[in-house]
């Protein structure tokens, strides 16, 4: 079994890596903190033990979602005003660099990732934005409105 500190107020965000060693959430407490557990399966009862290094504080602003790569032991987390790349070997979290685009497009309510290792994002203007590594390559405007949800399927 795995807990959370008091004062997390909930969990907003979880996820399994690809290949189940790993579960990573987000709490709704005032830091936003990002937690990652290594998993143990000790005959059929599944336990988790924190990963040096976590919670990691993440700031001020919630985390709507969070996706791990199909490729390595990354995963990102997004929100308002913000996009997190998580690096489990270093234990930290890396800012999404978005360059010149519309402010509307940094509020960034989900992401997935391709069997490349490319994260895609949609935002609160309608656009789906690709990045490789923590730089965003593209932001394409699909449709008015949020981007609530996004999810590639696979072969």
Not at 30 to 42: A, G, K, P, R
Not at 101 to 113: E, G, H, K, L, S
Request: hydrophobic content about 35%; aromatic content about 10%; proline content about 3%.
């Amino acid at each position: 079994m795995m807990r959370l500190p008091k004062g997390t107020r909930g969990v907003s965000a979880v996820g399994w890596s690809k290949d189940g060693n790993f579960i990573s959430c987000t709490d709704l407490s005032d830091d936003h903190n990002v937690y990652l557990y290594s998993i143990s399966n000790l005959n059929g009862n599944f336990t988790g033990s924190l990963v040096k290094g976590f919670p990691k504080k993440s700031g001020g602003n919630k985390i709507f979602m969070l996706s791990w790569s199909l490729m390595n032991d990354i995963f990102c987390t997004v929100g308002p005003k913000h996009i997190a790349f998580w690096d489990t070997t270093l234990a930290a979290g890396k800012k999404g660099i978005f360059g010149k685009t519309d402010p509307m497009a940094m509020n960034i309510a989900c992401v997935t990732y391709d069997e490349k290792g490319m994260a895609y994002t949609g935002s609160q203007n309608g656009a789906v934005m690709r990045w490789q590594g923590t730089s965003m390559l593209s932001s394409n405007p699909i449709h008015k409105g949020v981007v609530h949800c996004i999810k590639l399927l696979h072969k």
